[in-house]
């Protein structure tokens, strides 16, 4: 988790309607990715910097592969590195 010290802390709402351009046996695997370039994008760090916590995964598979909500509520931590932490508020 949160072991350095963190710089800056954003709430955001990240939309996942992408997922529906996908195929249906992949959506939740698409979710993760439009989070981690949401993230990207919003907060400027590169996209293999962002580190997604494991209950944000549990969140999007809990109602299976297929159907995915539409958008999803995450908490963003950038650390001093230059790193970022993607985790359930």
Do not use: F, H
């Amino acid at each position: 988790m949160v072991e350095n010290e963190y710089s800056s802390e954003i709430i955001m709402n990240v939309p996942l309607r992408g997922t529906r351009n996908s195929s249906v046996a992949r959506r939740a695997d698409t979710a993760l990715d439009i989070i981690r370039e949401y993230v990207s994008r919003n907060a400027k760090i590169e996209s293999s910097k962002i580190w997604i916590d494991s209950r944000v995964n549990e969140e999007l598979w809990k109602r299976g592969r297929k159907k995915v909500q539409s958008k999803v509520t995450v908490k963003i931590i950038k650390l001093q590195d230059g790193t970022a932490e993607v985790l359930l508020p």
